[in-house]
C-alpha cells in the first residue's frame, strides 16, 4: 500500500514553454502533497505544500507564479512549471501525507525536467 | 547555518565493515527525526525513524543525543546493496509535517 506515481518520469523541452507534472497517490486519500525539488549532489528542498480543495503554501524565494500547483483531489496534485528556463532544470520529487500529525511521507518516484 | 547537516562522505568501506554517519540539526525545538535512503536518481525511502531511546532494526543502529542535537546512524555488516546516499531528516515547525533534509552522505560498499 501506500504507492505514489508521479507522471512523466522524464520531460525534455525548450526554454519557454511550460511542463506539467502530475502526482497521484494510487491507493489511499491523500490530506497533503508536498512538491520537492533537487539539484544534483544537493538535498531535497521543499517548494510548497498543497491540501486539497484550497490554495498551496509556498516556501520562501518559490516563485509562485512560476510553480502552479493544483490540488483537485484528494489522489491527484500536480505542479506546472511555467516559462520554463535551464535554471529550472532539475529533479521534482512529490510526497503525500496521510493525515495531519501522522509523519510519514510517501514519495513519488520523481520527474526528471531538462529544460534546453 | 544549514538545519540539517551531513558529511557529504563518500564513505568507502570493504563488505562486511561496519560504518557510522552523523548528522547535526539547528533548532532544538524539532522533535520526529528519520533516516531515508536514496539511490541514484531515485526517490528517498524511509529508513527508519529515531527515537531517543535509541533503535534497531536489523543490522541498522540509529540514535538521538537531543543535547548535543545530533543524529546517528550505524550500518553493521556492509553488504554491497547498502551503496546508496543517505538522508537525515527533520521535522521542521510550521505544521504540515514539513521534512527538512540533509544533503545526504554516500556510502559505497565494495567487495
Known amino acids: 500500500g501506500a504507492v505514489v506515481s508521479q507522471h512523466p518520469s522524464r520531460v525534455i523541452c525548450k526554454s519557454g514553454t511550460s511542463v506539467k507534472i502530475e502526482c497521484r497517490s494510487l491507493d489511499f486519500q491523500a490530506t497533503t502533497m508536498f512538491w520537492y525539488r533537487q539539484f544534483p549532489k544537493q538535498s531535497l528542498m521543499l517548494m510548497a505544500t498543497s491540501n486539497e480543495g484550497s490554495k498551496a503554501t509556498y516556501e520562501q524565494g518559490v516563485e509562485k507564479d512560476k510553480f502552479l500547483i493544483n490540488h483537485a483531489s484528494l489522489t491527484l496534485s500536480t505542479l506546472t512549471v511555467t516559462s520554463a528556463h535551464p535554471e529550472d532544470s532539475s529533479f521534482y520529487i512529490c510526497?503525500?501525507?496521510?493525515?495531519?500529525?501522522?509523519?510519514?511521507?510517501?514519495f513519488g518516484p520523481g520527474t526528471r525536467l531538462t529544460v534546453l | 547555518r544549514k538545519e540539517v547537516e551531513q558529511d557529504p562522505g563518500p564513505f568507502n568501506v570493504p563488505e562486511g565493515a561496519t560504518v557510522a554517519f552523523n548528522c547535526t540539526y539547528s533548532?532544538?525545538?524539532?522533535?520526529?527525526f528519520f533516516w531515508y535512503r536514496q539511490d541514484c536518481r531515485k526517490e528517498p525511502k524511509l529508513l527508519m525513524s529515531v527515537y531517543s531511546s535509541g533503535n534497531e532494526d536489523g543490522r541498522f543502529t540509529a540514535q538521538l543525543n537531543r543535547a548535543s542535537q545530533y543524529i546517528s546512524l550505524l550500518i553493521r555488516d556492509s553488504k554491497l546493496s547498502d551503496s546508496a546516499t543517505y538522508l537525515c531528516?527533520?521535522?521542521?515547525?510550521?505544521?504540515?509535517?514539513?521534512?527538512?533534509f540533509g544533503a545526504g552522505t554516500r556510502l559505497a560498499v565494495h567487495p
Open positions: 533548532n532544538s525545538a524539532s522533535q520526529s
Open positions: 531528516v527533520v521535522i521542521g515547525s510550521g505544521g504540515y509535517n514539513k521534512l527538512i
Open positions: 510526497s503525500a501525507g496521510v493525515a495531519v500529525g501522522y509523519n510519514e511521507q510517501f
